[in-house]
T-cell receptor
Framework: GESVGLHLPTLSVQEGDNSIINCAYS??????FIWYKQESGKGPQFIID?????DKRQGQRVTVLLNKTVKHLSLQIAATQPGDSAVYFC???????????FGTGTRLQVTL | EAEVAQSPRYKITEKSQAVAFWCDPI?????LYWYRQILGQGPELLVQ????????DSQLPKDRFSAERLKGVDSTLKIQPAELGDSAMYLC?????????????FGNGTRLTVT
């Protein structure tokens, strides 16, 4: 399949380690945030979301942390697996409608 | 799990030709979006529909791009005439309500190459 994002920031982690992917968002009025995973040749896949009235939310093997003071979002993946290798995007909702603005992606490479 | 369907998967066209992409959202999803993704970047919104009405097309180059969702279900995005700079992945997404707390679900896109 074709590559998504040939010159993206890259995070390389060993299988079994925890991964932390960071994202700085731009709009202090944003009230909803989503992390997406995009594998080569596919569309973005929803991972986890968080509203601005929360600072942490956990899913299966994933945790999203929101720091509104510094407009920072992070995605933590526990026990990273080879299948987690992909490009990860954060997205923020700006405005009353569900209009998402995507950040710059990060490529996660899982080494064996 | 229900998916957003897009076709064609790949399209190669010469500049100045017309091209069209089709999207079938998840059944029951009222809101439909077309995004464009240039290689190495995040998706950028082109147009958003709520049922059959356009909610936001502020980023759609209306001199050459058009989009419709006539019956409030499937949608077509057209480019005429195509330009070299239009080469990108065109992604369709849908959400249940279009409000916050209603995540977007994406299709696998149409990869357009303009020669």
């Amino acid at each position: 399949g074709e590559s998504v994002g040939l010159h993206l920031p890259t995070l390389s982690v060993q299988e079994g380690d925890n991964s932390i992917i960071n994202c700085a968002y731009s709009n202090s009025a944003s009230d909803y945030f989503i992390w997406y995973k995009q594998e080569s040749g596919k569309g973005p896949q929803f991972i986890i979301d968080i509203r601005s009235n929360m600072d942490k939310r956990q899913g299966q093997r994933v945790t999203v942390l929101l720091n509104k003071t510094v407009k920072h979002l992070s995605l933590q993946i526990a026990a990273t697996q080879p299948g987690d290798s992909a490009v990860y995007f954060c997205a923020e909702n700006t405005g009353t409608a569900s209009k998402l603005t995507f950040g710059t992606g990060t490529r996660l490479q899982v080494t064996l | 799990e229900a998916e957003v369907a897009q076709s064609p998967r790949y399209k190669i066209t010469e500049k100045s030709q017309a091209v069209a992409f089709w999207c079938d959202p998840i059944s029951g999803h009222a809101t439909l979006y077309w995004y464009r993704q240039i290689l190495g970047q995040g998706p950028e919104l082109l147009v958003q529909f709520q049922d059959e009405s356009v909610v936001d097309d502020s980023q759609l180059p209306k001199d050459r791009f058009s989009a419709e969702r006539l019956k409030g279900v499937d949608s077509t995005l057209k480019i005429q005439p195509a330009e070299l700079g239009d080469s990108a992945m065109y992604l369709c997404a849908s959400s249940l309500t279009g409000g916050t707390n209603s995540p977007l679900h994406f299709g696998n896109g149409t990869r357009l190459t303009v020669t």
